[in-house]
């Protein structure tokens, strides 16, 4: 598996990723810009069989739409964030980033633990605490975690829907209990493993 990362031109530097395996892509949490993500897609020459979101915050869904559109592809995103996606408009407003479209869920993974796209096969942690439909997605022994796990750091809860003790409880039972060796892909900053995490995470007590 190949991964490739582009950090957000805006303010909140999000992560996306493309994964790639044999013959297929996904792209996990399209903040970048449209045209950055299809200039790798079309380098690569793979085929994207979704495009995933780790949750319905604006800076990790931005270029769904036009991306989904393009590469005649689905969205996939837990329907618990559906109020967040119904606001995107109006945060694009609110911190003055291009609009492209909101997308609808074609996948709903509100109740999914595992799911296979093509040559991808992954399982869905279901880690609320950021946000209502927060997930991660695990491939093997490789995590994207999104905002509930940071590099030395978690995820915000002070936007609605978020709680604190929810994130705590998210990252101890679906995230600490992963192998050591587990490389952690998050929505922000640099990519850590689970062992750094359980060792030098301040907001992390075991």
Not at 27 to 38: F, K
């Amino acid at each position: 598996m190949k991964i490739t990362r582009l950090r957000s031109k805006t303010v909140f530097q999000e992560n996306t990723y493309i994964i790639l395996n044999k013959n297929d892509a996904l792209i996990i949490d399209p903040g970048a810009e449209p045209d950055d993500i299809l200039a790798v897609i079309d380098r690569e020459k793979y085929t994207v069989r979704a495009v995933l979101a780790t949750h319905g915050h604006v800076d990790h869904l931005l270029s769904a739409a036009p991306l989904c559109k393009t590469l005649k592809c689905p969205f996939v995103m837990n329907s618990l964030d559906t109020e967040w996606l119904k606001a995107l408009e109006n945060m694009c407003g609110h911190y003055r980033l291009s609009y492209y479209g909101t997308p609808e869920i074609d996948i709903d993974i509100a109740e999914k633990s595992i799911l296979t796209l093509g040559d991808h096969t992954f399982g869905i942690l279901h880690t609320p605490g950021h946000s209502p439909g927060s997930v991660c997605f695990l491939f093997a022994d490789t995590l994207f975690s999104g905002d509930t796990l940071f590099h030395r750091s978690v995820g915000r809860t002070d936007l609605p829907g978020g709680d604190m003790k929810t994130l705590e409880h998210s990252i101890h039972t679906a995230i600490m209990v992963l192998p050591e060796d587990t490389v952690v892909y998050p929505g922000h900053l640099d990519e850590t493993t689970i062992k750094e995490e359980k060792s030098f995470n301040p907001f992390i007590v075991l």
